[in-house]
């Protein structure tokens, strides 16, 4: 083993449960968290001093993001809203919003809260922009919020760095009430965990999954309760772009149907969390789609195979492995399509293992990923992701296929490298190199703004 690692608290910083989609949430997060900062309260606190807030309130909210975060949040429904998109209803949404909710504070939403928000964004009082001045990574956010308490007039200031949840900055007006160190330093117990995982090669990861403490068992069964349950909602009616509800069909008994009848359940429950649907998914590395491709694929397979609960069930646990590993190498947020690079591969890895497979099938599982998917880009967080669920989930049970008849992609394609690992890292220096596509995505979706 590279060293000591906590499986409990790894699996736990992985696995995280959301409403809606973890870009706009964050931003709320942001907001929310500046919001309570003004009247004093630090990360780690209970109790929220500031309550009852109204939008009369507010002077203003201004947000500053990477193009990551704008392009996802941009186009998405949110959650207990009337259908309402996008990145300023998220901002104007989490000044009423508890941050110690998290991923989950959307929960919070009713119809006063969005009636607040839209005053808000009616009066003027929200501003986003896309800053490439803040630090230069991927996933940033910066929320400034200023309102009044009596004849008290406080501004609050919160950034979050790296993760969707991890707030590295308070402001109390102008005096710095809070700083944290970014993810890469390893300050905290569950970061030297991921940077164990992150060095990790891949015959650690399915050593790791034959013993699985049962706490992890259980995170894990809830994993795939959760997400079951949201993929169920999209196949019983056709919601968002209803991609999983008119492909359904396919007999999941049959090898040929089948990678058929997984890409129409998983592409459901991308339909439904897009689609802003009021459950929540369990997400994996930051991502609620990246937590459906990583589960319900395998358990798809799985079950359609008779395979027994606790092989299916390290298969899971192999799956958010590896959609973690990657994500540590090529980032929390990034030009190429999530799904497709990190939780697609994991799950391929996952179903090969389901299959049987040894390290070198779920090694060739990795490549025939690789080869096929890696152009698959992220044009932000909306509907059509189901789409790209459909195709990652369907290449993921085919690659598993070919993985387990030891059909092997050259090293000399392409970006596929000798080993998955290296294959891996290729990844991630084709996702570095980027940047500018997420530019021109922002540029086309805000000339179709002004259209």
């Known amino acids: 083993m590279s060293g000591p690692i906590n499986l409990e608290r790894l699996f736990q910083a992985i696995l995280k449960p959301a409403l809606g989609c973890t870009e706009p949430v964050a931003v709320a997060l942001a907001v929310g968290s500046a919001v309570q900062a003004a009247g004093g309260w630090l990360v780690g606190q209970r109790d929220l001093p500031v309550t009852g807030l109204r939008a009369a309130d507010i002077q203003e909210i201004t947000v500053r993001v990477t193009p990551c975060i704008y392009k996802n949040a941009y186009a998405i429904p949110i959650p207990n809203t009337p259908g309402l998109k996008g990145i300023y209803i998220s901002a104007a949404l989490g000044a009423f919003c508890n941050p110690l909710l998290e991923l989950e504070l959307f929960n919070q939403v009713d119809d006063a809260t969005v009636g607040q928000a839209r005053w808000l964004i009616d009066q003027g009082r929200v501003s986003v922009t896309v800053d490439e001045n803040l630090p230069p990574v991927d996933l940033y956010i910066e929320a400034v919020v200023r309102f009044q308490r009596g004849s008290d007039n406080l501004t609050g200031g919160c950034s979050i760095q790296d993760r969707h949840t991890h707030i590295v900055r308070l402001l109390a007006g102008d005096r710095e009430t809070y700083r944290d160190q970014p993810v890469a330093t390893g300050n905290r117990p569950a970061d030297a965990d991921l940077e164990i995982l992150r060095q990790m090669p891949l015959s650690e990861m399915v050593a790791l999954v034959a013993e699985l403490p049962d706490p992890v068992v259980e995170l894990l069964r809830r994993t795939i309760a959760l997400n079951m349950r949201v993929c169920e909602a999209g196949l019983t009616e056709p919601l968002g772009l209803g991609a999983g509800f008119h492909g359904a069909g396919g007999d999941a008994g049959n090898q040929v149907d089948l ?21 929540e998914v369990m997400s994996s590395a930051g991502s609620g789609n990246q937590g459906i ?80 998917l890696s152009g698959m880009i992220c044009d932000g967080a909306k509907p059509g992701c189901a789409l790209k669920v459909s195709s ?27 080993t998955p690992e290296a294959t891996i890292r290729n990844l991630a220096e084709l996702s570095r190199s980027m940047r500018a596509v997420d530019r021109k995505i922002i540029e086309i979706m805000d000339e179709k703004a002004r259209r």
């Open 259 to 279: 990678p058929h009848h997984v890409s129409s359940v998983a592409a459901a429950g991308s339909d439904a969390r897009m689609s802003g649907f009021p459950l």
């Open 293 to 372: 491709i990583a589960t319900i694929p395998v358990v798809a397979w799985a079950r359609s195979a008779g395979l027994p609960e606790d092989r299916l069930v390290r298969a899971v646990a192999l799956a958010h492995l590896v959609t973690m590993h990657i994500t540590l190498h090529v980032g929390y947020l990034s030009a190429l399509c999530g799904v497709a690079i990190k939780a697609g591969i994991g799950a391929a890895c996952g179903i090969t293992y389901a299959m049987g497979g040894d390290v070198t099938d779920i090694g060739r599982a990795v490549k025939i990923m690789a080869a096929t």
């Open 392 to 418: 990652s989930a369907d290449m993921a049970t085919r690659a598993a296929q070919l993985a387990m008849k030891q059909l092997e992609v050259s090293a000399d394609d392409g970006i596929v490298a000798l």
